[in-house]
């Protein structure tokens, strides 16, 4: 991974280069930011920018031995930490050490832009919560008192350290405030309330932020080969993430399909037109649970947007021009009598669709029920 692979972040790629050309490389850093943004891929661009044998004033060579190991995930000096959880392969004990293989397919089929769900989804561990366990810590502190292979630094990439339990990170505390000679840990977290203070006070924070939106733009129409209007919806949805820009473009289908049946439910509640809403309902059945509960998550959003729109913060309303149009003439009938009676309507719905409730019934109910709260 190079400096150049990486989606926008100038900034931070500019603080990165000269950290390392000025010879101020800080032996414990946080990269923390939104997920989706590219923490892992600038983790690995910095590495390879370390550890290059040829770099330039601007990245890594790219070619030579180093940055070939480095590319493939496979430099002897280069160790990673992850969460993990049981699976059919590793029934007991896991650690980061045992799921190396998939881990590197993982990120290389993702160039490095990774978050958690897809990773546990990668893993199969079901309805299983991912840690960082004191196994992974013990292990990676035997990695580390060895002595380098091959490049001056020891690197230890710790992603998403916010999944570790108290025990590890206390573990780990001795490594980051007493490190090896020539050692360097890479943190990555989403989370800042997650972290532990004793975790967050031993390491220098680089803060990443979302992904401009004309970077994303033009990297979704290379990428993609969409046209720029996709590619601008895509970015405004996805609120600086690649990786939700990426779902949102693939998904495309469903976004429309959402925004087009809830026009239609809520005039149809609007209206109170019984009838048909026990046609509309019914005809719902057919779609699957997994779109059920997205046209009521959808819901979710447009209220959270009426709300910003009632109270004059246009400017944070993330969505494509047709379906803010929407918003902006459904807003007044979102108010405060109403707003949270509809928000607890489609969180419950979700949880009675998610334990295998009747949707036809459930939704049949909601919209009862809405019918009455859009004349309050």
């Known amino acids: 991974m190079q400096f150049k692979d990486v989606i926008g972040q100038e900034a931070v790629k500019q603080r990165l280069i000269h950290s390392v050309l000025e010879n101020r490389v800080s032996h414990a850093q946080l990269f923390l930011g939104q997920g989706g943004i590219g923490k892992l891929a600038l983790a690995l661009a910095y590495v390879q920018y370390i550890c290059c044998a040829d770099r330039t004033e601007s990245d890594s060579c790219g070619v030579c031995h180093s940055c070939q190991k480095i590319s493939k995930l496979a430099h002897p000096d280069l160790h990673f930490v992850f969460p993990t959880a049981t699976t059919k392969k590793v029934k007991k004990d896991p650690e980061s050490n045992l799921f190396m293989e998939e881990w590197r397919e993982f990120v290389l089929q993702k160039q490095a832009y990774i978050d958690t769900?897809?990773?546990?989804?990668?893993?199969?561990?079901?309805?299983?919560?991912?840690?960082?366990?004191?196994?992974?810590?013990?292990?990676?502190?035997?990695?580390?008192?060895?002595?380098?292979?091959?490049?001056?630094?020891?690197?230890?990439?710790?992603?998403?350290?916010?999944?570790?339990?108290?025990?590890?990170?206390?573990?780990l505390l001795k490594l980051l405030e007493e490190p090896p000679e020539k050692t360097l840990f890479i943190l990555i977290a989403e989370d800042q309330e997650q972290l532990l203070t004793t975790v967050k006070s031993r390491a220098e924070l680089v803060k990443i932020p979302p992904i401009a939106q004309q970077q994303l733009q033009e990297k979704l129409i290379s990428y993609y080969n969409?046209?720029?209007?996709?590619?601008?919806?895509?970015?405004?949805?996805?609120?600086?993430?690649?990786?939700?820009?990426?779902?949102?473009?693939?998904?495309?289908?469903?976004?429309?399909?959402n925004f087009q049946t809830f026009q239609q439910w809520m005039r149809l509640c609007f209206r109170a037109a019984v009838p048909e809403l026990i046609d509309f309902t019914a005809n719902l059945k057919s779609i699957g649970r997994e779109k059920q509960k997205g046209l009521l998550l959808y819901a979710l959003e447009i209220f959270r947007n009426s709300l910003l729109l009632n109270n004059n913060l246009i400017e944070l309303v993330q969505l494509p021009e047709d379906e803010k149009t929407f918003s902006t003439n459904f807003s007044p009938f979102i108010k405060p009598i109403n707003l949270l009676q509809m928000r607890d309507l489609m969180e419950d719905g979700i949880k009675h669709i998610e334990r295998n409730g009747y949707a036809p019934i459930i939704l049949l109910d909601i919209s009862l029920k809405i019918t009455k709260l859009l004349r309050l």
Request: net charge negative; glycine share 2%.
């Open 226 to 257: 969409c046209s720029q209007n996709e590619a601008i919806d895509a970015a405004i949805m996805a609120k600086g993430s690649w990786i939700e820009a990426c779902r949102y473009l693939e998904n495309k289908e469903d976004e429309k399909y």
């Open 117 to 171: 769900k897809n990773w546990y989804d990668f893993l199969e561990i079901e309805n299983k919560q991912g840690s960082i366990f004191v196994r992974d810590a013990a292990t990676l502190l035997h990695k580390l008192s060895l002595k380098a292979y091959e490049s001056e630094y020891k690197i230890a990439i710790l992603w998403m350290v916010e999944k570790m339990n108290v025990q590890t990170a206390n573990k």
